[in-house]
Nanobody, 111 residues
Framework: QLVESGGGLVQPGGSLNLSCAAS????????MGWYRQAPGKKRELVAS???????NVVDSVQGRFTISWDTVWNTLYLKIDDLKPEDTAVYYC???????WGRGTQVTVSS
């Protein structure tokens, strides 16, 4: 089971720390990712990380999004800096390329 938290309403230029807590069969998770889906758009990958610590952040958010994974507490994080209105979306975490999904957390960037 994956449970996201940390979303909310933020002003442009602000920051957020999203969390994704994994429970259950966590030993079998070898890669986790953050996706987002804006209204009327397809879900898109923004960042992923392997259990070994190899991180990938897509070019469009490079420099503003930072992914990390606490494998001891089985929690995936996404730090978002310099938030922009176009970052408004529901943010989801997944494990093992879509084997498991969370229900998402809403991020709204607005003044």
């Amino acid at each position: 089971q994956l449970v996201e938290s940390g979303g909310g309403l933020v002003q442009p230029g602000g920051s957020l720390n999203l969390s994704c807590a994994a429970s259950g069969r966590v030993v079998g998770i070898h890669v986790m990712g953050w996706y987002r889906q804006a209204p009327g758009k397809k879900r898109e990958l923004v960042a992923s990380m392997t259990r070994g610590g190899v991180a990938n952040v897509v070019d469009s958010v490079q420099g503003r999004f930072t992914i990390s994974w606490d494998t001891v507490w089985n929690t995936l994080y996404l730090k978002i800096d310099d938030l922009k209105p176009e970052d408004t979306a529901v943010y989801y975490c997944d494990a093992n390329y879509g084997e498991f999904w969370g229900r998402g957390t809403q991020v709204t960037v607005s003044s």
